[in-house]
């Protein structure tokens, strides 16, 4: 079964590459896209009871990620959220991490680490 994912991210390109990768690597349906905090937030509370798995960019068209992992604090316990940037520096990884982020990886270099993350969500 797949996770069924909300993918907030910017950039158009990154969005069209990353779906069907999402889908191939880390078995993920997903569902909503947004590439601003407002249209993220009305994504996460469209599916607020079916998405499990929400993979956030920091630097959005409007707003910041960090408003959108703030907002999943009092997701339901089988919701997972995964910051996914190019600025994954370690003092934002420890700001992600304080406001809920269940991990944060780098795009360029850590996507083995983020796709290993996604699959052992399907054992949950």
């Not at 959005?60 to 990620?65: D, K, P, V």
């Not at 520096?89 to 983020?114: I, P, Q």
Request: glycine residues 4%; negative net charge.
């Amino acid at each position: 079964m797949p996770l069924i994912t909300i993918l907030v991210e910017d950039n158009q390109t990154i969005r069209d590459s990353l779906i069907p990768t999402l889908a191939e690597l880390g078995g993920m349906k997903v569902v909503a896209t947004a590439d601003t905090a407002a249209t993220a937030l009305a994504a996460l509370q469209e599916y607020r009871n079916t998405w499990q798995v929400a993979v956030v960019d920091l630097f959005l068209r409007e707003g910041s990620g960090l408003t959108v992992v703030r907002a999943c604090q009092r997701r339901l316990e089988f919701q997972h959220v995964l910051v996914l940037t190019n600025y994954a520096t370690s003092e934002m990884r420890k700001r992600c991490l304080a406001l809920g982020a269940d991990g944060v990886f780098d795009k360029s270099t850590e996507l083995e680490m983020f796709f290993a993350q996604c699959n052992a969500y399907h054992s949950k």
